[in-house]
């Protein structure tokens, strides 16, 4: 069974740094992204990792997203924070023709002005 729990969200000020995780268990995955949800809004991509790195222009220049396959465990380390980037972050795992299969359960991230 496939299992991904993420961690490192939490209350930041605006300008400051966050790093999630996303560790990954029941597979292994070449294919693994970060997808955000903000309140009243659809979610949205956010990076994705394979042989190489895709970022939203949004996030672009400001978050990193890398992986440790050895701890099966893919981060997203957010710096330079803004408020719009407050919402609940979603690791996915393993795309497939219709999108992402699996996908863990979020990590809230709110970022004050």
């Known amino acids: 069974q496939v299992r991904l729990v993420e961690s490192g969200g939490g209350l930041v000020q605006a300008g400051g740094s966050l790093r999630l995780s996303c560790a990954v268990s029941?597979?292994?995955?070449?294919?693994m992204g970060w997808f955000r949800q903000a309140p009243g809004k659809e979610r949205e991509f956010v990076a994705t990792?394979?042989?190489?790195?895709v970022y939203a222009d949004s996030v672009k220049g400001r978050f990193t997203i890398s992986r440790d396959n050895a701890k099966n465990t893919v981060y997203l380390q957010m710096n330079s924070l803004k408020p719009e980037d407050t919402a609940v972050y979603y690791c996915?795992?393993?795309?497939?023709?219709?999108?992402?299969?699996?996908w863990g359960q979020g990590t809230q991230v709110t970022v004050s002005s």
């Open positions: 029941g597979g292994t995955f070449n294919d």
């Open positions: 990792i394979s042989w190489r790195t």
């Open positions: 996915a795992a393993g795309r497939g023709v219709r999108g992402f299969v699996y």
